[in-house]
């Protein structure tokens, strides 16, 4: 699990957090609204996003994220972390603790755990 966490506000635009990912080299954004979790936005959300619509980068992210992500408790096995991914086709689940986001897991960290 990854404990630096990047994120953005549902205002933000598609473009700065492309620009986000890109600099800090990372699959996903969370979306927060205050303290809250509202969403998650993907390597996967930026090809829809700009396959869809010509301007999309100028578009809020709250267009394009995915709402209300699934999240996962920090004391998941590492296995069933595995198999809620691969059944739910994504890549990067949020780790919540008491109603706060304590990190960010993604299929590559649990792919580099089994080996």
Same mark, same amino acid.
């Given at each position: 699990?990854?404990?630096?966490?990047?994120?953005?506000?549902?205002?933000?635009?598609?473009? @700065?957090?492309?620009?986000?990912?890109?600099?800090?080299?990372?699959?996903?954004?969370?979306?927060? %609204?205050?303290?809250?979790?509202?969403?998650?936005?993907?390597? =996967?959300?930026?090809? =829809?996003?700009?396959?869809?619509?010509?301007?999309?980068?100028?578009? %809020?992210?709250?267009?394009?994220?995915?709402?209300?992500?699934?999240?996962?408790?920090?004391?998941?096995?590492?296995? %069933?972390?595995?198999?809620?991914?691969?059944?739910?086709?994504?890549?990067?689940?949020?780790?919540? @603790?008491?109603? @706060?986001?304590?990190?960010?897991?993604?299929?590559?960290?649990?792919?580099? %755990?089994?080996?």
């Amino acid at each position: 699990m990854k404990t630096t966490l990047y994120s953005v506000d549902p205002s933000t635009t598609v473009g @700065e957090a492309i620009s986000l990912m890109a600099r800090n080299k990372i699959g996903s954004a969370l979306i927060m %609204e205050g303290g809250r979790l509202i969403g998650i936005f993907t390597e =996967r959300d930026t090809v =829809r996003a700009i396959s869809q619509s010509h301007d999309a980068p100028d578009h %809020e992210i709250s267009s394009w994220m995915t709402g209300d992500p699934k999240t996962v408790g920090p004391d998941l096995d590492v296995d %069933e972390a595995m198999k809620m991914m691969l059944a739910s086709g994504f890549r990067h689940l949020p780790v919540v @603790e008491r109603g @706060e986001v304590v990190g960010m897991v993604s299929m590559r960290d649990l792919a580099a %755990e089994q080996q």
